[in-house]
């Protein structure tokens, strides 16, 4: 096991490695210049060349990305061009309102996509399978910030219950955890459901049901145990992209985290910031995906990661 998160840790280096090359050259393909931007478009040419030399954007690329590799290694993401303070400090302030959101809507997308998923699988070609089964696709076809201008039209336009957005308290967070958490929840009671099928159709379920076992028994803890694992990858590829920040989601409600800090520093050429939230985003769907790998071993003693890695 030792062996094979070292492994994988390893690979995941290289992996924000190549993030971090990509989205370097990728930013200075982005049409505008960061410095007439910050000085504005009545900035004289000696004022530009000034403080483009002063941010070292005039040296060549390659030396660029090797002054921003040096210092990452070091733990310095590089200074916010817009706000003059460093990335990593950006990154620190707005990650815990991400966090927040992201859990509530991991807590309602676990609620009601794995309790829609054993419902829809217990009355399987029923009613109440078709419905749910419809919610699901029309959930999953529809555009994140669609659902999400539509609840905010209902419950703080008209209904008037909730804030509209730009809060971090409560009940600013209950929309934005809704939406994210029903739009997470389709594709969760789908995948549920496949599983559930297929193992409520085995055997020893069907012995289980004989010997008069309670119902709510056989589908909680003999059925849904042996559909746990590919669900759990699931949910922990979501929870990675949450905290990482629905961007989106976050831009629609005005929530101020990860995502909306990507998308300013998008707009205003903010390429430090822009470097800083992407590899940070990468860095936490690298850690998620290897914590999975290992709870797999937890929840399946059968799995051999010695063995898989040919030790």
Do not use: C
Request: hydrophobic share 50%; proline share 4%; no cysteine.
């Amino acid at each position: 096991m030792k062996q094979y998160i070292v492994k994988r840790l390893l690979s995941g280096i290289i992996v924000l490695f190549g993030l971090s090359v990509f989205t370097f050259l990728l930013i200075h393909l982005i049409p505008g210049d960061p410095v007439r931007i910050m000085l504005g478009q009545r900035a004289t040419v000696e004022q530009i060349e000034s403080l483009r030399g002063e941010l070292g954007l005039n040296k060549p690329l390659v030396v660029q990305y090797l002054d921003y590799a040096s210092g990452v290694l070091k733990g310095d993401l590089g200074t916010s061009l817009k706000t003059g303070r460093p990335v990593s400090t950006e990154i620190a302030d707005r990650f815990p309102a991400t966090a927040k959101m992201a859990v509530a809507s991991l807590v309602v997308a676990v609620v009601i996509g794995i309790g829609l998923g054993v419902l829809a699988a217990k009355y399987k070609d029923t009613p109440i399978d078709g419905a749910i089964m419809t919610f699901s696709t029309f959930g999953m076809s529809i555009p994140g910030f669609w659902l999400g201008l539509l609840v905010i039209l209902v419950f703080s336009v008209h209904l008037g219950w909730f804030p509209i957005a730009g809060g971090t308290g409560l009940k600013d967070m209950v929309l934005p955890a809704f939406t994210l958490g029903t739009l997470t929840a389709t594709a969760l009671s789908r995948l549920t459901r496949a599983g559930m099928v297929e193992v409520l159709s085995n055997d020893y379920i069907r012995t289980a049901r004989a010997k008069g076992m309670n119902e709510r028994v056989v589908l909680l803890r003999h059925a849904f145990r042996n559909v746990m694992i590919p669900i759990v990858a699931v949910i922990g590829l979501e929870l990675a992209g949450l905290l990482g920040g629905a961007v989106i989601i976050e831009q629609v409600f005005g929530w101020p985290g990860v995502g909306t800090l990507a998308i300013q520093a998008i707009s205003s050429r903010d390429f430090p910031m822009i470097q800083g939230t992407t590899l940070f985003i990468g860095a936490v769907y690298v850690l998620v995906v290897i914590l999975i790998d290992v709870l797999y071993a937890v929840l399946d003693p059968r799995i051999d990661y010695a063995a898989k890695e040919g030790v």
